[in-house]
């Protein structure tokens, strides 16, 4: 049995508006790691009926890799409960799905992230990295790199691999914002004629990005091109599942490289000597964004609901309670990470779970990769490293570990190209 404790909050989304809990967590993983926790009304969401918050590397890993035990179809994937009749809705969406139904639609969709085509997109991501990089440190003074750089790069990266037009990406940040951004009271909620906050997964709130997808597929059928929607428009998806991908594509393929990026910067800019490393070519850049990513993953924790009553750490669950797993405290466990709070690019083996594991491992983890590769390569050519000239701006979330302002200055110029 577990030793009682009256388990800290990680609930509350605006706790990650100062970093990750990591003082939380720790008591958490060594003294209930799998902690009953609340959900109160906040920020004008209701109240909910609570959850096991999961912090233990092992258990997180066992957790994403038993679908059969806690699944993602029963409850979807948030902490927060969807409407009961919004659910079948988004059950459409292959993250909130079960196997089989989830494989049969991962491997249509694979389809579309061939290694030759994300390895094409990378002339493209590294010309647009240099270019806007470029613009940004050239009068080498104090810069938003979020607002400057980051934002813009995975957007674009993103519309480029979908082959969105680029008369309309800015719908698609719209959308990323209204889904993402929707804990934060710096975003106003939609809201209903009651004057409730309004679920951003909604049928009706998503109706209109959903009858962008259709026309998109449309033009796609008739001019298909070399990029992930054509791909999808003459696979045997559905209307409705394409809808559903192309809204998950959407979010998720935006925001993965949108919050990792200012985060790896963040990391770097506060562990200069590390920074140093990485820029003198000490260390691989591939071992160095995976280290990155471990100390900044981009999405906080994930919802499951228990299919069956099990154990788990030796807690008992009862079928049908909410079980969140934390990748942010998983990724600081001291049991599989040696000094898990200290930046070390050179780390290996380093089996962070940033990305998931198990069935629904992220579809796009290679192309999140390569960005992230490419965008620090580029940031090494064009200075000499980044210093912090203010505080980070954090997202409020229990969900996306997102940044929306780092003011960052160069330290000098880089080293000539050879």
């Given amino acids: 049995m577990q030793s009682r404790i009256v388990p800290p909050d990680v609930f509350d989304p605006r706790i990650y508006a100062a970093g990750i809990p990591h003082d939380r967590f720790r008591v958490l993983r060594d003294r209930a790691p799998v902690a009953r926790q609340e ?31 806690y699944s993602s179809h ?17 059950r459409r969406m292959m993250l909130n799905q079960d196997p089989p139904e989830h494989g049969r639609l991962r491997r249509l969709v694979s389809r579309a992230f061939t290694p030759g085509r994300i390895e094409r997109f990378a002339v493209t991501a590294r010309e ?20 400057a750089v980051t934002d813009d790069y995975a957007l674009l990266n993103l519309t480029d691999l979908l082959g969105v037009p680029a008369s309309d990406r800015g719908l698609l940040h719209t959308w990323t914002e209204r889904v993402i951004a929707y804990q934060d009271p710096d975003e106003p909620p939609v809201l ?7 679920n951003p997964r909604s049928p009706a709130m998503l109706a209109e990005m959903f009858g962008y997808a259709q026309e998109l597929a449309a033009y796609k059928r008739a001019h298909p091109a070399d990029d992930v929607m054509s791909v999808l428009a ?23 490289v949108r919050s990792a990026a200012p985060g790896g910067v963040l990391a770097l800019a506060e562990n200069p000597a590390e920074q140093r490393r990485l820029w003198a070519g000490e260390v691989s850049m591939d071992t160095a964004v995976d280290e ?28 049908g309670d909410k079980i969140v797993v934390f990748h942010a405290s998983a990724n600081h466990d001291e049991r599989v990470f040696a000094d898990p709070h200290r930046l070390d690019l050179g780390r290996t083996p380093n ?29 090494r050519e064009a200075c000499g490293g980044l210093a912090l000239a203010g505080p980070p701006r954090r997202l409020v979330s229990n969900f996306v570990n997102g940044i929306k302002s780092l ?12």
């Fill in 39 to 69: 959900e109160p009304e906040i920020l004008g969401w209701p109240a909910g009926s609570g959850f096991w918050a999961v912090t233990r590397h092992a258990d997180v890993v066992r957790v994403l890799k038993d679908p059969g035990t």
């Fill in 74 to 90: 029963l409850g979807a994937t948030q902490i927060r409960d969807p409407d009961p009749a919004d659910l079948p809705f988004i």
């Fill in 128 to 147: 647009r990295a240099r270019e806007l990089l470029g613009a940004a440190l050239a009068a080498g003074g104090e810069v938003d790199l979020v607002r």
């Fill in 192 to 198: 209903d004629a009651g004057g409730r906050p309004v």
């Fill in 234 to 256: 003459a696979s045997e998806l559905a209307d409705a599942e394409m809808e559903m991908f192309f809204f998950l594509l959407t979010v998720a393929g935006n925001d993965t």
């Fill in 292 to 319: 990155l990513l471990r100390v900044h993953p981009p999405v906080l924790s994930f919802r499951r609901t228990a299919a069956r009553d099990t154990e788990l750490a030796g807690q008992e669950i009862r079928e």
């Fill in 351 to 379: 089996p962070h779970v940033s990305f998931g594991d198990g069935p629904h491992v992220c579809l796009g983890a290679h192309f999140a990769r390569l960005q992230l590769r490419v965008f620090h390569e580029e940031l």
């Fill in 407 to 418: 003011p960052v200055r160069p330290l000098g110029p880089s080293a000539p190209r050879s």
